[in-house]
């Protein structure tokens, strides 16, 4: 039996495997008001039923503005429950754990689709005023910010809550909170994009106060047996930025305050960060918290052979291996990485008939 393929509990959660599908935009909502649609079902059904041990749904907002394009998913009201449930199920009924990336895009909100112009939308195209920490934009192409105020920050963390609380009546079995990639959450962590004044910026403690504020507000708005995991950029390739260190002491922050997984990317905040990626570039972060927090880790980033995957998990550099366009290419990759590392694949009923044959 492979590492790779046997079950991890985390908290009251058992998952098959360790092949987790990482949490990407879709920016598929049709209707632009945040509900999931057949799209969703077939695109991460697929994936469920292609091997993978936990399906993760995108980032998905808490509120409308914190959208990166009107077209994603969201869950800032109670009459997205019902959207999300069937697709759940979907996902529990072919033996994966259905998981939602909870996010806030802040300053990188208000964009067109990436396969349309990807550019800032302009009011007239059905933008909106972005926020963020400071009034610095992302880069000079980007828009202003407006500085959120400590009511909005409040009214943000308990958005947070309430989303969550609906992903639990929807069927969700793990929540992870989007702090990475420059959105909102790690904008915060930055001192390059948060340069506050107040109890929310200036310290690493200031810095890391909203994050912890949301992440309190989630575990306390879910069951003590419910898995919640964290993503963030363990670094963002800047000389004064958030680096390494910084994910480390607060990956044990966050693990203290009840996180069980940090899922290690990086970057995202800099137009200027300098990165050359390479298969498993980002699996050192993950092996640095691990060790130096003493939590689980996810590993991701142009992770695609299954041999490499076993070889991270048994040498212990990471707890999960995180695939995100594999899967796309491939949502099979599970079931054919488990005959590679012979394990047993699961095969959905369906499909047996195209099983390959057991090595005799
Ligand atoms: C189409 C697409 C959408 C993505 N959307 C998200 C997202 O919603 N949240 C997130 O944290 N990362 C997102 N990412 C990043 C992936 O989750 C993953 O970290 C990245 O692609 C590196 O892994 P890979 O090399 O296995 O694709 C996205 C990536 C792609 C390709």
Request: net charge negative.
């Amino acid at each position: 039996m492979s590492k790779l393929f046997t079950p991890i509990d985390i908290r009251g959660e058992t998952i098959r495997n360790r092949v987790f599908v990482s949490p990407m935009c879709q920016y598929s909502a049709e209707e632009k008001d945040g509900h999931p649609v057949s799209w969703h079902m077939v695109h991460l059904g697929s994936r469920a039923v292609g091997g993978a041990g936990l399906v993760m749904f995108e980032a998905t907002s808490v509120t409308p503005e914190g959208r990166i394009t009107p077209w994603d998913l969201g869950i800032w009201s109670d009459s997205h429950i019902d959207s999300y449930r069937p697709i759940s199920e979907f996902i529990t009924s072919h033996g994966a754990t259905p998981a939602m990336q909870l996010a806030h895009a802040g300053r990188k909100a208000s964009h067109d689709r990436p396969w349309s112009s990807s550019r800032p939308l302009g009011d007239d195209e059905g933008g909106w005023q972005v926020v963020g920490p400071s009034p610095l934009p992302f880069n000079t192409n980007e828009p202003t910010p407006r500085e959120l105020t400590i009511e909005e920050i409040h009214q943000i963390r308990d958005a947070f809550g309430s989303a969550a609380e609906r992903a639990v009546k929807a069927g969700i079995k793990v929540i992870e909170l989007h702090l990475a990639h420059g959105y909102l959450g790690f904008e915060f962590l930055s001192p390059l994009s948060n340069q506050r004044t107040d109890m929310y910026g200036g310290s690493f403690d200031n810095r890391t106060r909203f994050p912890l504020e949301i992440v309190d507000a989630v575990r306390s708005s879910i069951p003590d047996s419910m898995p919640l995991f964290v993503r963030i950029s363990s670094t963002e390739y800047m000389d004064e930025g958030w680096g390494i260190e910084d994910s480390v002491l607060f990956a044990t922050q966050l693990k203290e305050h009840g996180v069980d997984l940090i899922d290690c990317s990086s970057g995202g905040n800099s137009p200027a960060q300098q990165v050359k990626p390479f298969p498993g570039y980002q699996v050192p972060f993950a092996a640095q918290i691990r060790s130096g927090a003493n939590v689980l880790t996810g590993a991701v980033g142009l992770i695609t052979d299954p041999h490499q995957s076993e070889e991270i998990l048994l040498e212990e550099q990471a707890d999960v291996i995180l695939m995100g366009r594999e899967l796309l290419r491939n949502p099979y990759w599970p079931l054919s990485a488990q005959q590679t590392l012979e394990s047993e694949p699961t095969w959905a009923n369906q499909y047996l008939r195209a099983a390959p044959p057991k090595p005799a």
